[in-house]
């Protein structure tokens, strides 16, 4: 079956700095990748999506993604970290385009 | 307004109650799905529709049914709730699309069950 890991409950990352979360799929083939960002009583917001082509993808809020193959990875990463960015990130998979499998989720709290 | 509206945003309830979950979109997708989330365990997927004459079970679908009434509504009911279906139950939206239409899943702003 399908599955996705974010490893990382909790991180916590100082105003200004880089960002970095994790996410590892297993599945046979190259799945559709998603990341998608809760905010407090929100409901979610998708950042961004892999389909093919260009590894590395934009995505909204100055976020950036990147899949990598020989890993089954597709890590979130961002340059510099605002406070508004605080919040729970998802990563999912899509195996055929259909039925979202979501992770268990990283909470991000920026301290100042 | 919101594409897609869950109502109600909150409820109580006790154990043994019937409650019924409802979700309506104006997106115009005719996929509708229903998802739980638990705090450490994401979203899990409950019952999936692509279709008004289609229903389709997810990976937690046991205590849970669902009906969609009509392309823009699809609503979750709970027979008989019990205190471990609380949790925050999201509704969400997309359309059989190709390439990067794919698979993106358009959220309600969820509705918090408590079953007491």
Request: hydrophobic share 35%.
């Amino acid at each position: 079956a399908q599955s996705v890991t974010q490893p990382d409950i909790h991180i916590t990352v100082s105003e200004g700095a880089s960002l970095e979360l994790r996410c590892n799929y297993s599945y046979g083939a190259t799945p559709y990748l998603f990341w998608y960002v809760q905010s407090p009583g929100q409901g979610l917001q998708l950042l961004l999506k892999y389909f093919s082509g260009d590894t590395l993808v934009q995505g909204i809020k100055g976020f950036e993604a990147e899949f990598k193959r020989s890993q089954s990875s597709f890590n979130l990463r961002k340059p510099s970290v605002h406070w508004s960015d605080a919040a729970e990130y998802f990563c999912a998979v899509a195996p055929g385009g259909d039925k979202l499998v979501f992770g268990a989720g990283t909470i991000l709290r920026v301290k100042s | 307004d919101a594409d897609v509206t869950q109502t109600p945003r909150n409820r109580i309830t006790k154990t043994g109650k019937r409650i019924m979950l409802e979700c309506s979109q104006t997106k115009g997708h005719d996929r509708m799905y229903w998802y739980r989330q638990d705090p450490g365990l994401g979203l899990r997927l409950i019952y999936y529709s692509f279709d008004v004459k289609d229903i389709n079970k997810g990976e937690i679908s046991d205590g849970y049914s669902v009906s969609r009434q009509a392309q823009a509504k699809f609503s979750l009911s709970l027979e008989s709730a019990i205190p471990n279906q609380t949790a925050l139950y999201f509704c969400a939206t997309n359309f059989r699309g190709t390439g990067l239409n794919t698979g993106e899943l358009f959220f309600g702003e969820g509705s918090r069950l408590t079953v007491l």
